[in-house]
């Protein structure tokens, strides 16, 4: 029986996607593991916490016996990932329960080591202090594996992860993860397991192309609130450390006298040890009670909370930016100033302004978020100087800028968030002219012939030469509050004969989210989001 030949049809040609630069994007999700398998993991944390103290101390005998070859004229010997390879494999074949481990989380291990020695040792290089090789550390402060290679394993399917030797653990909060897996990093924190996918994505499809029709801005973060832009919006979430002040305390009081109980039992084991001429077990051998366990367990979800709380009005905050800036501009300066200082070391960890940042770079995306420095060349500190380029040197505790030379006078966190436009786009907010005395402007937008602002006029039309200020804050002699007595201090043609009235020549910013975002749920109550001042 013959039967017909089916009519030849064209293969469809195959369409090839554009190839565009590939970013690394992080999805955390919470673990759900039985009690068997919470141990699991837990046993799992303790062979690999003993490999890597191993690891270290050999490490350490090694360099100290190649300093001793090398005065000796010998040929010196270092150990590379092969090597430590090779050693992690040896250790596993005398050890059963990291044997149990699988191979690649041993030479992660491995790995992690080698990388920590070699930031020491450029560190060192760079003559940069407070830099450690890596040493043995405390079982409490090991939290985490990282599977190198997604599918060896380690997998996930249907909301599910499959962990070597542990099992299928449900994920709570599931969702599809964009791009091709790489790496799975398991960690125990604030009392619960997180499983942290890493996953390389295409820039498309990681940010969103930038908006046309929108406004650029600058952005000041501080203490006072968590960030200022130069249109005048003022975002000041509630503190959540703060709130939660007093529950921490009693908690962490409750938690004290249960450590102070264990250590009186301990004391009492060894009192009675001595008396019996046995040698009684050391303090951190002692097991935790079942009290003390479920109270460790409390704090840690007062710290949970507020970390999540913090991290939610992170997360409004760069939604509405990305939602209503075309372009945002932030100061790149260091934070540790406000750590190292003992008064203000608490409201810069409730404020978190490098989390913050972090946040609005990881929403943002490169093109849009900018970061510019803390300083124009040869004028000075941003919070120090005026848009006009003269010296205004403030306290912390003065929030008011007052400027001598053109008279504008503004709340200093709007007017820094104007000069980090200035110096990252050029030009400067329209909510800036009803501060300013009838006459002139500050600094010439985009397009003039004096768009520096080492370049500016007063409102009288005289020309002023920045002068150099520092980021220090430099106290100032108390100053007259009367606006004929501020007045008087101004050269005479630049003496304004009365106050203009506001003058919005631009257009009015939106405080909520326009288009693509306008169906989100509102923000939560206490995420206060304040009009132009």
Request: aromatic share 4%; glycine share 8%.
């Amino acid at each position: 029986m013959e039967f017909p030949t089916p009519p030849e049809t064209p293969r469809k040609k195959r369409t090839r996607r554009p190839k565009h630069r590939l970013v690394a994007r992080a999805f955390r999700f919470a673990m759900g593991p039985t009690e068997a398998q919470a141990q699991g993991l837990h046993a799992m944390l303790d062979a690999l916490h003993g490999l890597r103290d191993t690891l270290t101390i050999e490490l350490s005998d090694e360099r100290r016996q190649n300093r001793a070859r090398k005065a000796a004229g010998e040929r010196v010997v270092y150990m590379d990932r092969a090597a430590l390879y090779k050693r992690t494999s040896a250790l596993a074949e005398k050890d059963k329960a990291l044997a149990a481990v699988h191979s690649h989380l041993r030479q992660n291990v491995a790995v992690r080591v080698l990388e920590g020695t070699k930031r020491w040792l450029e560190a060192l290089r760079e003559g940069r202090p407070g830099v450690r090789p890596p040493h043995p550390i405390e079982r409490k402060r090991y939290r985490s594996f990282t599977f190198p290679e997604y599918g060896n394993g380690c997998r996930i399917n249907h909301g599910k992860l499959l962990i070597s030797g542990v099992g299928w653990i449900k994920l709570h909060g599931h969702r599809r993860i964009v791009g091709t897996k790489k790496t799975v990093t398991v960690k125990f924190a604030q009392g619960r397991w997180w499983a942290c996918v890493i996953a390389m994505v295409q820039v498309p499809d990681r940010w969103a192309p930038v908006p046309e029709g929108l406004p650029e801005a600058g952005g000041d973060p501080g203490l006072a609130s968590l960030l200022t832009d130069s249109h005048g919006r003022v975002f000041d979430p509630p503190k959540a450390l703060q709130e939660a002040q007093q529950d921490l305390k009693r908690e962490q009081r409750i938690l004290s006298r249960k450590f102070e109980a264990r250590k009186r039992a301990h004391e009492q084991l060894v009192q009675a040890a001595a008396a019996t001429g046995t040698k009684a077990p050391a303090l951190r051998d002692l097991p935790y009670s079942s009290r003390l366990r479920a109270q460790i367990r409390v704090v840690g979800k007062r710290h949970a909370k507020v970390e999540n709380t913090r991290n939610h009005h992170h997360k409004k905050i760069a939604a509405i930016c990305a939602d209503t800036l075309q372009r945002l501009a932030c100061e790149d300066h260091s934070l540790q100033f406000m750590i190292r200082n003992r008064r203000l070391a608490r409201a810069a960890s409730d404020r978190a302004i490098g989390a913050l940042k972090q946040t609005l770079a990881s929403k943002l995306g490169p093109e849009r978020f900018v970061l510019t420095p803390n300083q124009r060349p040869g004028i000075g500190g941003n919070s120090q100087t005026c848009l006009c380029g003269h010296s205004v040197p403030k306290s912390l505790k003065e929030r008011v800028h007052r400027c001598e030379a053109c008279g504008l006078e503004a709340d200093r966190d709007h007017v820094a968030a104007n000069i980090v436009q200035l110096i990252a786009f050029g030009t400067v907010s329209d909510t800036l002219e009803k501060h300013l005395p009838a006459g002139g402007q500050p600094v010439v937008r985009r397009g003039g012939r004096e768009g520096e602002a080492g370049a500016s006029r007063s409102p009288g039309g005289r020309r002023h030469q920045p002068r150099p200020a520092a980021e220090t804050p430099v106290k100032r002699p108390p100053q007259s509050s009367s606006p004929a007595a501020r007045v008087r201090k101004l050269p005479r043609e630049a003496r304004p004969a009365g106050i203009a009235p506001p003058v919005h020549t631009g257009r009015a910013l939106p405080l909520e989210p326009q288009g693509r975002g306008s169906a989100r749920k509102p923000a939560r109550a206490g995420t206060t989001v304040a009009g132009p001042r």
